[in-house]
């Protein structure tokens, strides 16, 4: 059974930075794609960036692009999302996601587990 539980999550100023993680609990961590994803108030949730599970392919949402940046530690069971240049858009709720053997794609729907989200808020 897969569980995951992200953390580092709070309140931050625009501009500031903060790094959120995600433990994986589980067997076979380097078989999953891993990625992120957020959802803001009102809004659906949205992919933030992931990689498959071979490592080699990363994928960001243009909106982040050149300010995260997503790594994960095998021998850890982690994947960390390096958040930089925050703005006030950035605020949501931040999920990692897990799904065996994929591409770490923008398609939520292809991910079988989740965290329980962290919460981010941007202030002005």
């Known amino acids: 059974q897969v569980h995951m539980v992200e953390s580092g999550g709070g309140l931050v100023q625009a501009g500031d930075s903060l790094r959120l993680s995600c433990a994986f609990s589980g067997r076979d961590f380097a078989t999953y794609a891993m990625a992120w994803f957020r959802q803001a108030p009102g809004k659906e949730r949205e992919f933030v960036g992931g990689?498959?599970?071979?490592?080699?392919?990363?994928n960001y949402a243009n909106s982040v692009k050149g300010r995260f940046t997503i790594s994960r530690d095998n021998a850890r069971n982690t994947v960390s999302l390096q958040m930089n240049s925050l703005t006030l858009e950035d605020t949501a709720v931040y999920y990692c996601?897990?799904?065996?053997w994929g591409a770490g794609t923008e398609d939520l729907g292809r991910y079988n587990y989740w965290g329980q989200g962290t919460q981010v808020t941007v202030s002005s």
């Open positions: 990689f498959g599970w071979s490592g080699h392919k990363m």
């Open positions: 996601a897990a799904q065996q």
